[in-house]
Each structure stands twice: as C-alpha cells, then as structure tokens.
C-alpha cells in the first residue's frame, strides 16, 4: 500500500484543489493527515483506495507528490501501545516519516507507518 505526500502553500482551497482531482477519478481517500509549518507551506498525506488511479489524476492536474510504502497495524487501543510500537522501531534506527490514524473500531486503532527502511519495519510490525 501507498500513500501520496504533497507539499501545498498554505493558502486556501490548496486541499481542495487536490481533493477535487481525486475526486473527479473516483478516487476515494481512506486517510489523510495534513499539517501546516507556520512558513507558509503545509504538507499533506493522503492513502487512496486505488494508488494507480491516484496517481493518475494528480499528474493531470499537475499536483506535485511522491508516494511511500505504507505499512497498515492494528494494535490495541491502550495507554502506551504508541510508546511500544515507535520505541522499538527506534530501537532498530528506523526513522519515522509519518504516521497516522486509518480507524478506530472498539479496543482497536489502526495506524499507517511510512518509514525510511520499509523491509525492516514490516518484519517489525508483524511482531505486534
């Protein structure tokens, strides 16, 4: 799985620019996280349902992205879970480039970790 990183300019209607691409393929957002840095930029994250189609219609609107593995955890919803999950990828120098909430269903969330060393932190992942 896949997400799409864009940098926008923090100036209105620069998300709805790239939602509206999307949307216009049919393209479904199953996540998004988006934060601005106060220097007049903002960067947002989405994991579409079809990274193909995603890809396709942001080239044609000539938005700017790149794309990262996405590895999908369904962990317990529970103090510290955060803590255990980022610490042992630390512990294994795995660097975190984003991170974020895909859902949450009773005791359970579910997160999408891009990192800088994808191979590593699947094999990591799979042991929570």
Do not use: W
Not at 11 to 18: S, T
Not at 24 to 30: D, E, L, Q, Y
Not at 43 to 62: G, H, K, M, Q, Y
């Amino acid at each position: 799985m896949k997400d799409c990183s864009i940098q926008l300019t923090n100036h209105p209607g620069d998300l709805g620019r790239v939602a509206q691409a999307l949307g216009r393929r049919g393209v479904n957002i199953k996540a998004l996280a988006g934060v601005s840095t106060g220097s007049g930029s903002a960067t947002v994250r989405i994991l579409p349902d079809d990274i193909v189609v995603a890809r396709s219609a942001l080239e044609a609107a000539s938005i700017r992205f790149t794309e990262s593995e996405v590895h999908l955890v369904l962990l317990e919803n529970k103090p510290g879970i955060l803590a255990s999950v980022t610490n042992r990828l630390g512990d294994e120098g795995i660097n975190l480039e984003a991170i974020y909430v895909t859902g949450i269903a009773d005791d359970l969330v579910e997160l999408a970790i891009v990192t800088d060393n994808p191979k590593k932190t699947k094999k990591i992942l799979e042991e929570f």
